[in-house]
């Protein structure tokens, strides 16, 4: 697999990755989660590919206090063959050089395989609480549901 940065051209085919992996959510437009991302730390969003598709990527950040990863995603014909580790090597490679001290990164809890992956990586859960607050609507009406996660709304 070869790592590089995220170019224009590879929007669609890294928003239809993020879909198989199963990483989207209405609350979060894809499209605007790379925009966003492209106009801060371009060079900090990473691809992986094999025989020029896209199998991989994950998208990196370090305001100068923490170092963050979200959207770490390999397509699903190709997990398991040590690509998410490649791709997380070459991210905290990239934030040893911006002298990043500790790379934070959120897990749903349901998602018990990506827990098992990042504790095998050396990460452990933090005591802490994560909180939220959304600063710009994705364009999507949403309700909690009764186990206190965000679904779309039906009119």
Excluded at 126 to 142: H, M, Y
């Amino acid at each position: 697999m070869l790592i590089r940065g995220f170019q224009d051209a590879d929007e669609a085919e890294v928003i239809r990755l993020w879909q198989r992996c199963g990483l989207t959510r209405v609350w979060n437009d894809p499209a605007k989660d790379i925009a966003r991302k492209r106009r801060v730390q371009s060079d900090l969003f990473l691809v992986g590919t094999i025989d020029g598709a896209i199998v991989a990527s994950a998208m990196v950040g370090y305001e100068g206090h923490r170092g963050w990863v979200n959207y770490l995603a390999v397509d699903p014909c190709h997990q398991r063959q040590g690509l998410a580790s490649s791709m997380m090597a070459e991210a905290e490679r990239r934030l040893r050089k911006l002298g990043c001290p500790k790379i934070n990164l959120q897990i749903r809890r349901d998602n018990l395989e990506a827990v098992a992956f990042y504790r095998s990586l050396g990460f452990a859960e933090d005591a802490v609480v994560s909180f939220g607050k959304r600063l710009q609507d994705d364009g999507k009406e949403l309700a909690e549901d009764s186990y206190g996660s965000m679904a779309e709304r039906k009119p």
